[in-house]
């Protein structure tokens, strides 16, 4: 399929969204709500990190999907934004845990290799595109998966939550590739750069699962519907797996040795078609092509 990436300049009316957009599921809620915690500093750090990088493209094709993926991912960054202020409002002050996650990024992660580390500033560069890379491989697997979670829509969410949580996914599977792609592009050649791949990955996976399970801890603990009731815990949290309110572990899990496989390539994930299917209709997405193709026209 030829396509073009490009960012969608959506918008959402949150003023109708219930603290728990999932009727009764307080813990698929939240579970789900530490993306909101996450993506804004995420994204931003994937775009600043892209930005340092854009001098070692050579590949015109690869440019104009990297600009695409920057483009996407600012957009997502500053929806996901608005979420933790609609979450403040209610009452859920997010900001102890998202200043722990800009501290990761901004300066564990940030320019400079962090603790004096004898690292080139090449290959820091290198090291942080193979954790972009590996983190867009359980994006990807996300945003898949709520593009087929039938049991979410069964489950009477709020529409603006779920259209917010499909749009971002299909870009996901959109822009599937191009994290891939620029670690590639930029790492040089041979059994280096297929090391530090796995290295990317063996980093990732378990600090992305550390910071999901205290991120939802924090949420459920802080929630003023709750009153302190309730404690994030595995047993409620593979309630809602069975429910389908959530992917499985084994779905996440399988991600992982299919991104090490030295052949690998995320062009294999999820469905395109979804995806691109889904953007077509999306509320948010179409009312943004209608604004674009308004100003167009004035």
């Not at 949150?14 to 709500?33: G, K, R, Y």
């Not at 009153?227 to 996440?252: C, D, I, Q, T």
């Not at 995806?275 to 009312?287: E, F, I, N, Q």
Request: net charge neutral; aromatic share 10%; proline share 6%.
């Amino acid at each position: 399929m030829s396509y073009r990436i490009a960012p969608r300049r959506v918008s959402f009316d949150w003023q109708e969204t219930p603290l728990h957009w999932i009727p009764d599921e307080p813990t698929a809620t939240h579970v789900i709500n530490v993306l909101h915690l996450l993506l804004p500093a995420g994204e931003r750090w994937f775009v600043k990190v892209f930005k340092e990088a854009l001098p070692l493209v050579h590949d015109e094709e690869l440019l104009k999907d990297v600009k695409g993926f920057m483009g996407q991912e600012a957009t997502h960054s500053v929806q996901h934004s608005y979420v933790l202020n609609h979450l403040a409002e209610q009452g859920l002050d997010t900001g102890p845990y998202t200043r722990h996650v800009e501290f990761l990024l901004d300066v564990l992660l940030g320019e400079k290799p962090p603790l004096g580390l004898p690292l080139t500033e090449r290959e820091w560069l290198r090291f942080r595109l193979s954790l972009i890379a590996a983190i867009e491989q359980f994006t990807a697997v996300l945003g898949d998966w709520v593009l087929r979670a039938e049991e979410l829509d069964r489950a009477d969410p709020d529409p603006v939550m779920l259209d917010l949580l499909r749009w971002h996914g299909a870009e996901e599977v959109e822009h599937r590739s191009v994290a891939f792609d620029m670690y590639e592009h930029c790492s040089g050649e041979g059994a280096a750069r297929y090391a530090r791949r796995l290295l990317g990955m063996a980093v990732t996976a378990p600090m992305l699962l550390y910071l999901w399970a205290w991120g939802a801890r924090y949420l459920v603990r802080h929630d003023p519907l709750l009153a302190s009731r309730l404690r994030y815990s595995l047993r409620e949290h593979n309630r809602a797996v069975a429910k389908g309110l959530l992917p499985s572990w084994r779905e996440l899990g399988r991600a992982v040795p299919r991104y090490c496989r030295r052949s690998y390539h995320p062009s294999q994930e999820g469905s395109l078609r979804r995806a691109v299917d889904y953007l077509a209709t999306s509320p948010a997405a179409r009312a943004a092509a209608g604004a674009l193709g308004r100003a167009a026209l004035s």
